[in-house]
């Protein structure tokens, strides 16, 4: 029994033995693998600190061919390192790791433009999510509280574009870039993606706006499953604009990638799109900054009409409602505009708008403002819309001629009496039997006025003698 108890014994304590050679041999491996962890940040779980980024990192020529994805990822790791950017001093090691982080950006775009190499979803993943982080952020409160001018106002500076510039020009690289799968990026370039764009796009800083502007339009030309989402996601941001807060630093910028579009819409144009002229274009010129985008605005009007001719009374129509009334330099946008359209409009359409519009006019030329008065009599300077005017004169010149007489009689601007009497003459020499009727109307209708006028007086002076 004894002998047996020892035998059991060995066994046993070579059983022990064998158990902790095990474990040592278990846990060998795990101390290496955390050690080699912790000298690359980029296969840490978490991300990155700025610690990480005072770290020697290699560059993409010291590193071989195979692995210069895994340094790629692992740059774009370090680059998801933030910093405050606001006012105070900052420390030498914050100094130093701005500078490696701007650095490291400069060395992924220089990457992406010369690599040939086809992205992987997990590079994509990497890349999306560092975008990500650096771009999307709550902007800061705005330093002018209206839209002005951006030729007037003072320019607003994002602190982070040191950093901001380079990303969105990385980003910009990796969209256009010939080696990038678009059936990949599907899951990562989505609509909440292009709202996050388009909420950016009321940053102050004009730079950052043409990025987003530049990314959106290739986001739009690339991507066709989105692009019934950016119209209506710009449509609901005008909406916002017109009806609510009349105030959005991108709406200039929205518009030329609207313009874009337009110009690439087929014939013939759906209802979806005339609906968008209707709501939208045309009701945004009644908001009081419209100096700010107006020759974007005019752009994309001018271009419906232009692919559908048919569409020419609708606008017209439309400015016509919402004309200024009292603001000058207003009207003078319209007046521009409107020659511009005038321009496209077949005469089938000028017949339409015809009695309206130059009662407009009329009030444009009676104006004692020299500048709008001056403008409005230059639409005879284009032949194509004097032409016009010369083929519906019998409708045109009883509507406008009270105006064209007041002024060649009694305007304050010598100017404007020059060009008045100039129209007047185009009218003599294409008519002269209808102007003479217009005058003689005029004249009887200035002569009954004056004779009611004095019934009144006359009326007055009774019941107030009685």
Not at 48 to 76: A, W, Y
Not at 187 to 213: C, T, W
Not at 289 to 317: E, G, M, R, W
């Amino acid at each position: 029994m004894s002998g047996k108890g020892k035998k059991g014994n060995k066994a046993s304590g070579k059983e022990t033995k064998t158990r902790k050679t095990d474990s040592k041999a278990v846990a060998t491996p795990k101390k290496s693998s955390s050690s080699k962890e912790s000298k690359s940040p980029a296969s840490t779980s978490g991300l990155p600190t700025k610690k990480d980024l005072l770290k020697p990192s290699p560059s993409f020529q010291e590193t071989p061919q195979n692995g210069r994805v895994r340094l790629f990822i692992e740059k774009l790791r370090l680059c998801s390192v933030l910093f405050d950017w606001g006012p105070g001093d900052q420390t030498q090691a914050d100094s130093k790791a701005i500078e490696t982080k701007r650095q490291l950006l400069l060395e992924l775009v220089d990457f992406v433009g010369k690599s040939k190499a086809v992205f992987s979803e997990q590079v994509i993943i990497e890349v999306m999510k560092m975008v990500k982080i650096n771009l999307f952020r709550t902007l800061p409160p705005k330093v002018h509280q209206t839209m002005i001018d951006p030729e007037e106002e003072e320019a607003v500076y994002e602190p982070a574009w040191p950093h901001l510039q380079i990303v969105y020009e990385f980003f910009l690289r990796f969209i256009v870039s010939g080696d990038l799968d678009v059936r990949l990026m599907r899951k990562h370039i989505n609509a909440q993606f292009v709202n996050g764009l388009l909420e950016l796009l009321d940053s102050e800083d004009r730079r950052e706006r043409d990025y987003l502007k530049t990314i959106l339009h290739r986001i739009y030309a690339k991507f066709m499953m989105l692009r019934a989402w950016i119209r209506k996601s710009i449509s609901l941001t005008f909406y916002n604009f017109i009806y609510a807060t009349e105030h959005h630093n991108g709406v200039a910028e929205l518009l030329e990638i609207l313009g874009s579009i337009i110009s690439g819409f087929a014939l013939p144009l759906k209802t979806e799109h005339k609906q968008f002229l209707k709501t939208v274009l045309i009701p945004m010129h009644k908001v009081k900054p419209l100096q700010v985008f107006h020759q974007q605005l005019s752009y994309c009007v001018t271009q419906f009409v232009d692919k559908d001719h048919t569409l020419a009374p609708t606008v017209i129509n439309g400015l016509l409602k919402v004309w200024p009334a009292v603001n000058s330099s207003k009207e003078l946008l319209f007046l521009n505009e409107l020659e511009e359209l005038l321009e496209l409009t077949q005469p089938e359409e000028f017949e339409m708008v015809l009695e309206p519009l130059f009662r407009q006019i009329s009030r444009s030329i009676g104006s004692p403002h020299f500048q709008i008065a001056e403008r409005a009599l230059f639409v005879w300077h284009n032949e194509y819309i004097s032409s016009l005017i010369a083929d519906y004169r019998k409708d045109v010149l009883p509507i406008i001629f009270p105006a064209l007489h007041v002024n060649s009689q009694s305007h304050w601007n010598p100017t404007v009496s020059t060009l008045t009497l100039n129209v007047l003459k185009i009218f003599m020499d294409l008519d002269s039997e209808l102007v003479e009727q217009c005058s003689k109307a005029h004249e009887e209708k200035m002569e009954a006025q004056t004779q009611a006028k004095q019934r009144r007086e006359t009326v007055w002076k009774e019941l107030m003698s009685s």
